[in-house]
């Protein structure tokens, strides 16, 4: 087939950054955005010449002096596969609109259920099953990382159990108003909605997850208890491991990386527009306690890690290419190295 | 004996309060406090005609109008028991002072290392042992949570292995200055220092925790994850078992605590002047995974909660009386019950 043409369904946090991924592939096409309201992020799609669509009123639009293609439906018409970026549960919504488009793939993120799909996406564990799908999730921020992380350890030492605390950004950076301020709240449920949604990617692996929320925008934190059948030897043994992987990064409090907000400073000054693709873990906090159990801490940018995963769940499901094929692409398109 | 004399060295965070918590004991009898400079808290000791003693020049009180009534070493002379209450690590420097008065019994607090006392108390765990000792040290805000929970958990279930997330306050209330913002930041060591300053009151217990910083002055919060021997039935069972014990609160969201600013509030409101002395644990945070291995969201009042044991553990050193009449005594004084 020629190059997959995609539509976004949805231009906030993840469809900007699913956007700008997109016009780096040369096997995708983008057809258009849409977007609900004419504000400022417009301006951006204006520079970039990607074509608006819109599911409200489109004089609003042109009394700004944005020009708009068309509603949603005339953008899937144009499509092969529209990437669901809308806000929080209106996957089920949505999905009944692009029921009417019968050749139209979709992917939801991972802020919808594993029951809309029944098939929920993470490039290193299940990229293959991902073919012939017609409807796929790519999981949420937290989930991606914990894939990640656990797929690989998984190849190296059979983990036993997993067992994650999860501190939670409580607003985009983009956002000012919708956060808690200078108190600590938890999730009350146990196991957290992180470890069942692990298992919708992996299923045969062992994790419970407790959560909560702490005041800040820069980045989720994890810290992670993990169980090994086969133990590591050392935590050198375990980073070279782990640092194979490109879409994992080991960052050093030598280099300054204390907090999140360094890792965040790095990705804007490093010609990511901000966008740490990498699920970043500590050197320094990698240990093995007297079982040989591992430790670590993780930080995860929950705007920017499902983006690769989305890239490539686009090219599994067409059939594009292999796996480790579309990964390289994509993070060479990326700049992830 | 007659009421054990008592001096605290240091009128900062923990000192203000443990020193309110002396004025209510009739067994103990506050003969000063000990200030570095002549600031607002000042009033505060001036109001409840608390004589002060200063390590630093005694004009600048005077001029403020404050009588001080001696230094260090005068307090030290006058009193059988120093709660010492100064900055963290002073203790080693401070105990080379102490040692002078052969007589001195010294309780230092949680900030100090274990190796100063070679004794780490907690009420619950080793009240008994107290007896006769010269030097102790009150473990921290931290393990003091861990401490009361594991060894009441202990009792019903045997503990196989605990492994907690210590998500810490960056700065206490009353401090403008010393903050991380809107990031989170790990301690880059596993295990962090919690889980072997556990070990330092119950030896045989297996243990291991990571914790980072979160930018919020409103208590500490802990993931913790326990696997037992003796698996508990239902989450309401661990519930009961674990309320059974006053220094630890259960608390619901359904009444309103959905964060830790809720708590704080509420011992504001509750005639406590915002000392929370309990261990906070949510009610519907707990949880039983497959493996019947308890989940929790604790919250742990970082000014507070040592204050109980502290008073405790002068009754303990001075062999006052037992352990169950001391907690009792001690529950009744603060109103906690």
């Known amino acids: 087939m020629g190059k997959v043409k995609v539509v976004i369904n949805g231009y906030g946090v993840?469809?900007?950054?699913?956007?700008?991924?997109?016009?780096?592939?040369?096997?995708?096409?983008?057809?258009?955005?849409?977007?609900?309201?004419?504000?400022?992020?417009?301006?951006?799609?204006?520079?970039?010449?990607?074509?608006?669509?819109?599911?409200?009123?489109k004089n609003?639009?042109?009394?700004?002096?944005y020009q708009v293609e068309g509603d949603l439906k005339d953008a899937l018409k144009e499509t092969d596969v529209v990437i669901d970026c809308s806000p929080?549960?209106?996957?089920?919504?949505?999905?009944?609109?692009?029921?009417?488009?019968?050749?139209l793939k979709v992917i939801f993120q991972g802020g919808e259920s594993h029951n809309l799909t029944n098939f929920s996406f993470n490039s290193q564990c299940n990229y293959d099953e991902a073919k012939e799908k017609k409807y796929a999730r790519v999981v949420s921020c937290n989930t991606t990382a914990l894939c990640r992380i656990i797929s690989?350890?998984?190849?190296?030492?059979?983990?036993?159990?997993?067992?994650?605390?999860?501190?939670?950004?409580?607003?985009d950076p983009g956002n000012s108003k919708k956060s808690i301020i200078n108190s600590w709240e938890p999730?009350?449920?146990?196991?957290?909605?992180?470890?069942?949604?692990?298992?919708?990617v992996i299923p045969d692996i062992k994790i419970s997850s407790l959560a909560g929320i702490a005041p800040m925008t820069a980045m989720h934190g994890h810290m992670l208890f993990i169980e090994?059948?086969?133990?590591?030897?050392?935590?050198?043994?375990?980073?070279?491991?782990?640092?194979?992987?490109?879409?994992i990064?080991?960052?050093s409090s030598e280099e300054g990386f204390s907090t999140t907000a360094q890792i965040k400073d790095f990705s804007v000054s490093n010609g990511r527009k901000g966008n740490m693709y990498e699920v970043c873990i500590w050197k320094e906090g990698i240990g093995l306690d007297e079982d040989s159990e591992l430790g670590m801490h993780i930080?995860?940018?929950?705007?920017?890690i499902v983006v690769p995963e989305t890239i490539d769940a686009i090219r599994a499901m067409f059939g594009l290419m292999e796996k480790d094929e579309s990964i390289n692409k994509t993070n060479a398109n990326l700049n992830i190295s």
């Open 14 to 57: 993840i469809g900007r950054r699913v956007a700008d991924a997109i016009l780096k592939q040369d096997d995708m096409e983008l057809i258009g955005v849409t977007k609900t309201k004419p504000d400022f992020r417009l301006l951006e799609a204006k520079e970039k010449r990607i074509k608006i669509f819109t599911v409200s009123d």
């Open 60 to 65: 609003a639009f042109e009394e700004k002096n």
């Open 88 to 103: 929080k549960n209106k996957g089920v919504e949505n999905l009944e609109v692009y029921k009417q488009f019968p050749n």
């Open 152 to 171: 690989q350890l998984n190849k190296f030492y059979k983990i036993k159990k997993a067992r994650v605390a999860v501190v939670r950004r409580s607003a």
């Open 187 to 200: 999730k009350l449920e146990y196991p957290s909605h992180h470890s069942p949604d692990v298992t919708t």
């Open 228 to 247: 090994f059948y086969n133990q590591p030897n050392t935590p050198e043994e375990v980073i070279k491991n782990l640092e194979c992987n490109p879409r």
């Open 249 to 251: 990064k080991i960052i």
């Open 299 to 304: 930080a995860i940018d929950q705007q920017a």
